[in-house]
């Protein structure tokens, strides 16, 4: 997640890593608060892929969970994308 460009924030992650980021989903939101809102409420609710460490993805290691969430994350995030 990011309040900057996608596509800087990709490649600041590929420049500390072998995995190759993507970018799955992308909202635009207004305020980087509601960024950071909406972040906390999607790491509080869904576990850490916790075969993603730190030392082999330096940034941005703990925003990644897993798979098996991801269907319930893009439904959180086309919600909260409607309303702000």
Excluded at 48 to 57: C, G, M, N, P, W
Excluded at 61 to 78: A, R
Aim: proline share 2%; charged share 30%.
């Amino acid at each position: 997640m990011t309040n900057n460009s996608v596509y800087t924030r990709i490649k600041q992650q590929s420049l500390n890593t072998s995995y190759k980021p993507l970018e799955v989903i992308q909202i635009s939101l207004n305020k980087g608060y509601e960024a950071r809102k909406l972040e906390k409420e999607i790491l509080s609710k869904f576990p850490r892929d916790a075969s993603v460490t730190k030392e082999i993805f330096s940034d941005g290691y703990t925003e990644v969970l897993e798979n098996k969430s991801f269907d319930e994350i893009k439904g959180i995030l086309e919600n909260y994308a409607k309303y702000y």
